[in-house]
């Protein structure tokens, strides 16, 4: 979905490095949210955001940590990443005034931790 | 946890055959939700069911929900190549914790 964009889209970094994943979005959404994918599993919340001034920690956000900077921009980052982090990442958005909480993803971060 | 379990885990298909999918949960919903991931992509809605409903369509898809066995299903007839992806149900438990919470999928392979 063009309105909700992730950059970079393909990240090959190494042991002990700090990486950013950043989410842009246009829909005007005020909720958006950051999952992991890892291969045959299905997507784990690591953080999500209601609006700025909102961070909240999902399932899995040991070695993690995000900047809502405003209500279209929400970033990931890794500290210090190690290997077991090499999974597909996705930014998603919904709209509280939709009750049903559809949510819309990005294309993903492909990221590798060499 | 992941408390939406699709079953199968993966099913084959001919083009032209309906392909049945199955979601399992645990807890209350106020919602239940169904997405499309093509391969490494993210993922796409199809199609949500509230918990007062039992049955829904859209196009080729039908969804059905019974809440007394905690079960969705999420039925694609006459299936095309296209269709080929995964397909996750997400929970959505409403209240205060507006947040989905995704199953494992089921790969579905069409073939031509």
């Known amino acids: 979905d063009a309105d909700v964009t992730q950059t970079p889209r393909n990240r090959i970094t190494k042991t002990g490095k700090r990486i950013m994943l950043e989410c842009s979005q246009t829909?005007?959404?005020?909720?958006m949210y950051w999952y992991r994918q890892d291969p045959g599993l299905g997507l784990q919340l690591i953080y999500y955001?209601?609006?700025?001034?909102?961070?909240n920690k999902g399932e899995i956000s040991d070695g993690y940590s995000v900047s809502r900077q405003a209500q279209a921009k929400f970033s990931l980052s890794l500290e210090s990443a190690i290997p077991n982090q090499t999974a597909l990442y996705f930014c998603?958005?919904?709209?509280?005034?939709?009750?049903?909480?559809?949510?819309?993803f990005g294309p993903g971060t492909r990221l590798l931790v060499l | 946890s992941q408390q939406g379990e699709e079953d199968p885990q993966a099913l084959s298909i001919q083009e032209g055959e309906n392909a049945t999918m199955n979601c399992s949960y645990k807890?209350?919903?106020?919602?239940l939700q169904w997405y499309r991931q093509n391969s490494g992509r993210g993922l796409v809605h199809l199609i949500l069911?509230?918990?007062?409903?039992r049955e829904k369509h859209s196009g080729r898809l039908r969804v059905t929900l019974d809440t007394s066995k905690k079960s969705s299903s999420l039925l694609i007839t006459a299936s095309r190549a296209a269709d080929t992806a995964s397909y996750f149900c997400?929970?959505?438990?409403?209240?205060?914790?507006?947040?989905?919470?995704f199953g494992k999928g089921t790969l579905l392979t069409v073939n031509p």
């Open positions: 998603a958005t919904s709209d509280s005034r939709d009750s049903g909480e559809t949510q819309y």
């Open positions: 997400a929970r959505h438990s409403g209240g205060s914790n507006y947040k989905l919470t």
């Open positions: 829909k005007g959404h005020d909720r």
């Open positions: 069911i509230r918990s007062n409903e």
């Open positions: 807890t209350s919903i106020n919602n």
């Open positions: 955001s209601f609006d700025v001034k909102d961070i």
